[in-house]
């Protein structure tokens, strides 16, 4: 099922959360909304669901497939809604927390006893916990209850699923563990899915489309491809990762010159640090940076190297330990640094 | 060698350790044991014949059937009262509700005698609804409804202060969650709300019924004292006290006093129900 929003805004108390957003999710694609906290993304995935209200305007609409929703009280939306911080029921077994959407039905759209108990064991050897059906919330660990949030939310057969910060409060390694989970998950179920993540990688590896929010607007839709490799703005090019930050002009013939006097700078001019080429010697090139080796860090999957250029600015570069070991750099050493992929947006 | 210099610091010495747990014990033989062992002393000094005798006497048991029937009033309406208000406080954020909060706590701020003063100028022959009372037949104070009024106003913050704290800590999410997957208020409400909160709210209501069983102060003012009719447990036993009649004046307090002991038990099984439940 496609969702489309029309001019959907959200204010808290005179505080713009969102401002007059219009998006359309499409069928069946697994969807990250990405921003920092204060973004709106969650009032967004809150406000999809129902458990929000947008501001009343005449031409606000939530479609779901064309059929305007925004008057539906949540419980007869039909959307799965997984919470970051689970919201078990917390006097409820694993098997009934997974029950619940099945025995609130009206009697006669109600499952029989034997019915449920097969579909909820069916839920239950998909998120991996069906030999945990009588433990209560409290017993499990965090992956495992978020597991059985999900498995709660897809029992009511979802037309949508949302994900609020699903993984936000587990450790790193489970975390990662449940990001590939969920991707396969969704390739096997293709139900359409939201997700709202402050974790710019998480929203890079799971999701089919991001959309980047910040100050309850929209900054860019696309692929993680397109938002990572062709940022539309400054601000989600350095959401999306490191960056540095040059102040540069582009003069009358449209030729770039970097120099670091803000003053002057009508362009900012952004460069990621594994973006960087570093040479031995000036080579009479425009545009490169004389810096000095500051720092050196050795210690992870890439070689992290601090230099800083004749007015104290730190530039971070990024390189594989290969290219390393071929530049034998030593910290004080005076070096020059080549963009060889960057940026512009205006100042 | 160093855990044993911080246990030093930690724990206190055991001269003294030994006092303050001797003072404690002391302090609690002499206001709580010792007159609870006064009361049954003095109620079965002249043997359990003479106890019975003054139980079963019409007035002692018009007084215990009146207790009971005021708690049996009072205390399902400040369950239910109680239940919505803190409901209403705890889930939703309105304009003046921390002043609604601290107003639920006022029976408990001003003394009683003021709470029983309250509604005899309010129902009283010279209150303000008195003459309306009168020309409609109406009698409330000196009579059994001033008493349970009386009595509800006095005992309403004891399930509501229980309650609100422990639905303000649950928030409502669950019930977003309930909502979410299909339930109605309703269902919400008895399959989420209310187990959530049952031991929290039979704590309050056992609370609630020890204090609507020996309030005193409130009840003595709006009660008139008519024997037979108007009396509770704790003004019979002060009637009876008056009188010199001290053995039933203590049998009736033993009543209140046993009364209290099962409150005690009760209380003593629920809370170690929470504890349980949250050490899980």
Same mark, same amino acid.
């Given at each position: 099922?496609?969702?489309? @929003?029309?001019?959907?805004?959200?204010? +808290?108390?005179?505080?713009? /959360?969102?401002?007059?957003?219009?998006?359309?999710?499409?069928?069946?694609?697994?969807?990250? !909304?990405?921003?920092?906290?204060?973004?709106?993304?969650?009032?967004? !995935?809150?406000?999809?669901?129902?458990?929000?209200?947008?501001?009343?305007?005449?031409?606000?609409?939530? !479609?779901?497939?064309? #059929?305007?929703?925004?008057? &539906?009280?949540?419980?007869?939306?039909?959307?799965g809604f997984v919470f970051q911080h689970y919201a078990l029921f917390r006097h409820l077994s694993v098997f009934d927390n997974v029950a619940f959407g099945l025995e609130v039905k009206k009697r006669k759209e109600r499952l029989s006893k034997?019915?449920?108990?097969?579909?909820?064991? #069916?839920? @239950? %050897?998909?998120?991996?916990?069906?030999?945990?059906?009588?433990?209560?919330?409290?017993? !499990?660990?965090?992956? =495992?209850? =978020?597991?059985? /949030?999900? /498995? %709660?939310?897809?029992?009511?057969?979802? &037309?949508?699923?949302?994900?609020?910060?699903?993984?936000?409060?587990?450790?790193?390694?489970?975390?990662?563990?449940?990001?590939?989970?969920? %991707?396969? @998950?969704?390739?096997?179920?293709?139900?359409?899915?939201? +997700?709202?993540?402050?974790?710019?990688?998480? /929203?890079?590896?799971?999701?089919?489309?991001?959309?980047?929010?910040?100050?309850?607007?929209?900054? =860019?839709?696309?692929?993680?491809?397109?938002?990572? *490799?062709?940022?539309?703005?400054?601000?989600?090019?350095?959401?999306?990762?490191?960056?540095?930050?040059? *102040?540069?002009?582009?003069?009358?013939?449209?030729?770039?010159?970097?120099?670091?006097? &803000?003053?002057?700078?009508?362009?900012?001019?952004?460069?990621?640090?594994?973006?960087?080429?570093?040479?031995?010697?000036?080579?009479?090139?425009?545009?490169?940076?004389?810096?000095?080796?500051?720092?050196?860090?050795?210690?992870?999957?890439?070689?992290?190297?601090?230099?800083?250029?004749?007015?104290? *600015? @730190?530039?971070?570069?990024?390189?594989?330990?290969?290219?390393?070991? #071929?530049?034998?750099?030593?910290?004080?050493?005076?070096?020059?640094?080549r963009p060889k992929q960057h940026h512009f947006y205006d100042n | 060698m160093q855990s044993r210099h911080i246990e030093k610091g930690l724990y206190p010495p055991f001269i003294i350790n030994a006092l303050i747990t001797a003072i404690t014990l002391v302090f609690l033989a002499l206001f709580l044991i010792l007159p609870l062992v006064v009361i049954f002393g003095e109620a079965f000094r002249e043997g359990i014949s003479i106890w019975w005798g003054s139980i079963v006497e019409q007035e002692a048991l018009s007084a215990l059937r009146l207790t009971l029937l005021v708690a049996a009033i009072a205390v399902p309406f400040n369950l239910f009262f109680g239940i919505v208000a803190s409901w209403a406080l705890a889930k939703f954020d309105f304009w003046g509700r921390s002043f609604i909060i601290t107003l639920i706590d006022l029976p408990f701020a001003v003394s009683p005698?003021?709470?029983?003063?309250?509604?005899?100028?309010?129902?009283?022959?010279?209150?303000?609804?008195?003459?309306?009372?009168?020309?409609?037949?109406?009698q409330i104070i000196f009579a059994v409804p001033g008493i349970v009024l009386a009595t509800m106003f006095v005992t309403f913050p004891f399930v509501a202060r229980e309650l609100i704290p422990l639905m303000t800590e649950q928030g409502s999410e669950e019930e977003q969650a309930a909502l979410t997957l299909g339930a109605n208020g309703w269902q919400t409400f008895w399959k989420i709300t209310l187990p959530n909160i049952k031991w929290g709210l039979l704590y309050g209501v056992i609370l609630c019924n020890a204090r609507a069983m020996g309030e005193f102060g409130a009840v003595s003012v709006v009660s008139g004292h008519i024997r037979g009719e108007t009396n509770t447990l704790p003004l019979q036993a002060e009637i009876l006290y008056n009188e010199y009649n001290f053995t039933a004046a203590f049998a009736v307090a033993s009543l209140l006093a046993f009364l209290a002991l099962i409150t005690l038990a009760l209380k003593f099984f629920v809370e170690s129900r929470i504890n349980k439940l949250e050490t899980l």
């Open positions: 099922m496609s969702i489309s @929003l029309e001019n959907i805004s959200k204010t +808290f108390n005179g505080f713009k /959360a969102l401002d007059d957003i219009n998006l359309t999710f499409e069928d069946g694609k697994l969807t990250a !909304l990405l921003g920092p906290s204060g973004s709106g993304k969650t009032t967004l !995935l809150r406000i999809v669901a129902g458990l929000e209200l947008p501001d009343e305007k005449d031409n606000s609409k939530i !479609l779901f497939n064309n #059929e305007d929703v925004i008057d &539906k009280p949540v419980r007869k939306r039909q959307v034997s019915e449920i108990h097969e579909q909820v064991f #069916e839920l @239950l %050897r998909i998120v991996q916990l069906d030999t945990m059906a009588d433990r209560l919330p409290s017993q !499990l660990s965090g992956g =495992q209850r =978020q597991r059985v /949030a999900l /498995a %709660r939310a897809l029992a009511i057969k979802p &037309k949508v699923l949302l994900l609020d910060e699903p993984f936000g409060s587990l450790d790193a390694k489970v975390r990662a563990e449940l990001r590939r989970w969920l %991707r396969k @998950l969704h390739d096997d179920l293709h139900i359409t899915s939201i +997700f709202v993540t402050h974790d710019q990688e998480e /929203a890079l590896e799971v999701s089919d489309r991001i959309i980047v929010m910040n100050h309850g607007r929209i900054e =860019q839709v696309g692929t993680p491809d397109e938002v990572f *490799h062709k940022p539309a703005t400054e601000f989600v090019m350095q959401f999306l990762g490191d960056v540095n930050v040059f *102040h540069g002009r582009v003069d009358k013939n449209q030729t770039l010159l970097l120099n670091n006097a &803000k003053e002057e700078a009508n362009i900012k001019f952004l460069v990621r640090p594994h973006d960087f080429e570093i040479l031995l010697e000036n080579n009479n090139e425009e545009n490169i940076f004389p810096v000095k080796a500051h720092r050196i860090l050795t210690a992870g999957v890439m070689v992290k190297i601090e230099f800083v250029d004749k007015s104290n *600015h @730190l530039i971070l570069v990024h390189l594989s330990h290969d290219s390393y070991g #071929e530049i034998q750099l030593n910290l004080g050493d005076e070096v020059f640094l | 005698i003021v709470s029983g003063l309250i509604f005899v100028l309010l129902f009283g022959i010279h209150g303000w609804m008195g003459p309306w009372l009168v020309k409609n037949n109406i």
